[in-house]
């Protein structure tokens, strides 16, 4: 009553003015994730280019969504020609992980995997049997993604 | 008028103009920044230290606008709609001082010349609405009519209640009859009137009714596009200068800062500080229903404002200059 109200909103919107604000500055600081979350799904390979799928087949059957396909070497069993992942069908369930008997499959933190068109969502991690560029070398793993919290695109 | 005057005042003009666009590249800037802050969000930040050049990419985005005309447009006054719109609002600014004797015009009734000048706004507000062709344009133009011309009574009136206490209508001699004691404190319900008409007279939120973005899509500038839309925008801030500007001179002392010697430094300070109030507002309140604003001025405003004006009248009388 008699205007108490207005300028108890004034009060509210005046230490709203005042106070920090709660925004990421996105581009220019990248937010610390959590070290267990999953958000890219890649490979573990050597340095010179070999991924560490033995081609089992495990994470495809696994799989709820069908979000691997692998396309076995018809000469050596244990070799991967091309390791496909529709990423757009992905539930970030981390079910393929868990069951990769070879420890190679791993979830990194990069999240800057937006696309224009729902085709280019689906990528390759090995390439007529060579580790492509979205694969993490040894060497890359070592540091945990974006934990220095700025720095370009350091994961995949 | 010897031709020293004629140079002295013709720059004087050229300043006023330089005024009317710093003031609208700072206000640009400092209302998203203020209202960022509101929403607990930076605002610009992009452009140059904290989004300081926001205001020249906007005047670049405008600038390289095409400028739309609708087919159906009246096309002469859809032109001259924004400059109807934008030239009084500039010429009252002629006769507001900045300082004793720093005024283009010092005119004895500076005051009426004033809202005479802002009397003229909605007619530009109006044919904007009408010219562009369109159902929203128009009925946020009809609307700005009613606001304004309802608005602009209470707020005479009660500027009347300053102009009997101080006993002349020159916006100098106002100043000057609150050397000591600002008028806020002498009247504060003429004050207060004049400030709730004032923001209606600027097409502020609560009171923008022109613009009413949520009912009307942009009002009166819907169809506007480029550097016209950016003259509707110049009108608009320049009526908020010029009110808030208003304001300073009848309440706030002007260039008085008791007891810090008097200064022009002291009209700009006051100037920005009300018009960061008027953002802060925008930022605080929603938007009135139409029949409400008008319900507000004539039921409320304006009884309060000839009441006040009455008793105002009484106190001059018996204690002799108030």
């Known amino acids: 009553m008699f205007g108490e109200g207005l300028v108890k909103g004034l009060g509210v919107t005046g230490k709203r003015m005042i106070g920090r604000g709660v925004c990421d500055m996105y581009p220019y600081k990248r937010r610390v994730l959590p070290p267990k979350s999953r958000i890219f799904l890649s490979m573990r390979a050597t340095p010179d280019g070999m991924p ?84 993490v070398t040894a060497s890359a793993e070592e540091q945990p993604v974006h934990a220095s919290a700025e720095g370009g695109r350091d994961a995949g | 008028m010897t031709p020293r005057m004629f140079v002295f005042q013709l720059l004087g003009v050229l300043g006023l103009i330089v005024v009317l666009g710093l003031n609208i590249i700072i206000m640009d800037w400092w209302e998203r920044k203020l209202i960022g802050h509101i929403h607990v969000r930076p605002g610009p930040m992009h452009t140059g230290f904290h989004g300081i050049l926001q205001p020249f990419a906007d005047m670049v985005k405008m600038l390289a606008k095409e400028d739309v005309v609708p087919t159906e447009a009246d096309k002469l006054f859809f032109w001259a709609g924004p400059m109807i719109a934008v030239v009084p609002a500039f010429l009252a600014m002629v006769v507001l001082p900045l300082a004793p004797g720093f005024v283009l015009a010092d005119i004895g009734h500076g005051l009426f010349f004033v809202f005479a000048m802002q009397t003229i706004m909605p007619f530009g507000f109006t044919l904007i609405g009408w010219a562009a062709h369109n159902k929203w344009s128009l009925v946020g133009g009809l609307r700005s009519a009613a ?110 800062l008791w007891p810090l010697p008097p200064s022009p430094l002291w009209v700009v300070l006051k100037v920005y500080l009300l018009q960061s109030f008027i953002v802060w507002l925008r930022g605080t309140y929603p938007r009135l229903r139409m029949d409400r604003i008008m319900e507000l001025s004539w039921k409320y405003l304006i009884p309060a404002a000839l009441a006040n004006l009455l008793a105002v009248g009484v106190l001059v009388i018996v204690f002799k200059g108030f």
């Open chain 1, 52 to 135: 560490k799928c033995q081609s089992c087949l495990t994470c495809q059957q696994t799989c709820p969504d069908h979000v691997i396909r692998i396309e076995r070497d018809p000469e050596d069993r244990k070799r991967a020609l091309s390791f496909t992942v529709d990423s757009g069908r992905c539930t970030f369930c981390g079910m393929c992980e868990e069951a990769c008997p070879y420890d190679a499959l791993v979830f990194t933190q990069d999240f800057e995997r937006a696309t224009f068109e729902k085709g280019t969502l689906t990528y390759r991690l090995i390439d007529a049997g060579i580790a492509t560029e979205s694969c």
């Open chain 2, 147 to 256: 606001q304004l011309i309802s608005y602009e009574i209470p707020m005479l009136i009660s500027a009347l209640a300053v102009v009997m206490v101080a006993g002349s209508a020159r916006l100098t001699d106002i100043v000057d009859a609150q050397a000591t004691v600002w008028y806020v404190f002498k009247l504060p319900v003429a004050f207060a009137l004049f400030l709730v008409t004032a923001v209606a007279e600027m097409n502020r939120t609560p009171f923008d009714m022109t613009e009413a973005e949520s009912e009307l899509v942009a009002g009166i500038h819907t169809e506007y596009a480029g550097m016209k839309f950016g003259l509707v925008m110049m009108a608009e801030y320049t009526a908020m200068l010029v009110g808030s500007w208003m304001i300073v001179l009848l309440f706030l002392g002007g260039w008085n």
